[in-house]
């Protein structure tokens, strides 16, 4: 990702800003990338990692896994990113051809679709929260085994426990607590963990961490 120097001037805004924490450099990257993207702070106490999720996601990136996403709005944050470092194949549920089902939504569907196409591909959900609960459904049925889910969806109904089920599916990824999330900050999620693959994989480097 290209920086400009006020893209450098706001990140040291919330360095000095943010306070003390408890996350990796990696972890902290992400971090500040989703505080710098929405301008709200309480992400900072929202945004939770699994074990292990940045170096799953890292890698799976620099093995080209296929990144499957919910909204199109994702689908455009993250790809010009991805086509200038790992060329990953970023796919969306919207797009799907799919048979109408009456009790799934469109994004519902189409995420199932391409899950069950690409059951061990990355799955980056910022809107639809019936997206991410058809995707945990899949997980327990053990039909699939993402490389990682990053799990945003902002609402009122059902987001908790769709997120509580990916909490504990030990299935790596990166989610948010509570009911604020959007299509925003999965893409600065993503693009986060995209350059920091890149440095890790794509040039020298030994590693996420």
């Known amino acids: 990702m290209e920086w400009h120097v006020t893209d450098?001037?706001?990140l040291r805004i919330i360095d000095r800003e943010i306070g003390e924490h408890?996350?990796?450099p990696s972890e902290y990257e992400i971090v500040r990338r989703v505080i710098y993207a929405t301008a709200d702070f309480e992400y900072k106490s929202l945004i939770r990692f699994?074990?292990?999720?940045?170096q799953a996601g890292a890698a799976a990136l620099a093995a080209?896994?296929?990144?499957?996403v919910d909204v199109p709005m994702v689908q455009v944050g993250i790809t010009p990113n991805i086509q200038s470092t790992f060329s990953n194949p970023v796919y969306c549920s919207m797009d799907a051809l799919t048979r109408?089902?009456?009790?799934?939504?469109?994004a519902a569907w189409g995420i199932e679709t391409l899950a069950k196409r690409y059951p061990e591909g990355i799955f980056v959900v910022g809107e639809a929260q019936t997206a991410l609960t058809a995707i945990v459904d899949l997980i327990e049925a053990e039909e699939i085994r993402p490389a990682l889910v990053v799990g945003t969806p902002a609402g009122f109904v059902g987001v908790d426990a769709a997120v509580?089920?990916?909490?504990?599916s030990l299935i790596p990824h990166i989610r948010?607590?509570?009911?604020k999330g959007s299509s925003v900050v999965a893409s600065a999620i993503m693009n986060g963990?995209?350059?920091?693959?890149?440095?890790?994989?794509?040039?020298?480097g030994n590693g996420v961490g």
Not at 50 to 54: E, G
Not at 176 to 179: M, N, P
Not at 193 to 204: H, N, P, R, S
């Open 50 to 54: 699994s074990d292990q999720a940045l």
């Open 193 to 204: 963990l995209v350059d920091l693959a890149w440095q890790a994989y794509g040039k020298e």
């Open 22 to 24: 408890t996350f990796s």
């Open 100 to 106: 109408p089902q009456r009790e799934k939504t469109k």
């Open 64 to 68: 080209r896994s296929t990144i499957v």
């Open 176 to 179: 948010i607590e509570g009911r």
């Open 8 to 10: 450098a001037q706001s």
């Open 164 to 168: 509580q089920r990916l909490k504990d």
